[in-house]
């Protein structure tokens, strides 16, 4: 579908139905959502990303905070999904902050949302997070 979507292949119509099939399927379809949720320069699907970091599921909560956080960082996602981010980031487990972590990480000039993500204010002091962080993040 990632391919089909990327060459024009598929009608909105049949893009849509697509992507609500993935929603409604198992984790692993979930993840995929994610993937095709998230497009670098569109914010169309910014809702669905934000309701799959909410998800039952560890990894697609991660996937999907990664995304927003990319998002968040190309000041393409507007407020619902910093707020969205945050409250990813406050997670108390090690993957999806560390999922967060990394997508921010690549980045030079943050908007102040994701700047604050990156220095670790709403990250857990997980050992992981921070060595991904590697000097950005200040010691406790």
């Known amino acids: 579908m990632l391919l089909e979507g990327a060459l024009g292949a598929l009608d909105e119509t049949d893009s849509a139905d697509r992507l609500i099939a993935l929603l409604r399927g ?40 990664s995304a927003l956080a990319a998002l968040v960082a190309d ?11 945050l409250r990813a980031g406050q997670e108390p487990g090690v993957l999806v902050p560390q999922a967060i972590a990394s997508a921010l990480s690549t980045k030079e000039d943050l908007p102040t ?10 990250i857990p002091p997980r050992a992981c997070v921070r060595s991904q962080l590697g000097d ?4 406790d």
Request: glycine share 6%; charged share 20%.
């Open 136 to 139: 950005l993040c200040p010691t």
């Open 75 to 85: 000041e393409s996602g507007g407020a619902l999904a910093t707020t969205a981010l």
């Open 26 to 65: 198992d984790a692993q379809d979930r993840q995929w959502a994610v993937h095709v949720a998230y497009r670098p320069g569109t914010t169309e699907n910014t809702g669905i990303l934000i309701a799959l970091t909410d998800d039952d599921d560890v990894e697609v909560r991660a996937s999907a905070a």
């Open 113 to 122: 949302a994701a700047a604050k993500m990156r220095s670790c204010a709403h």
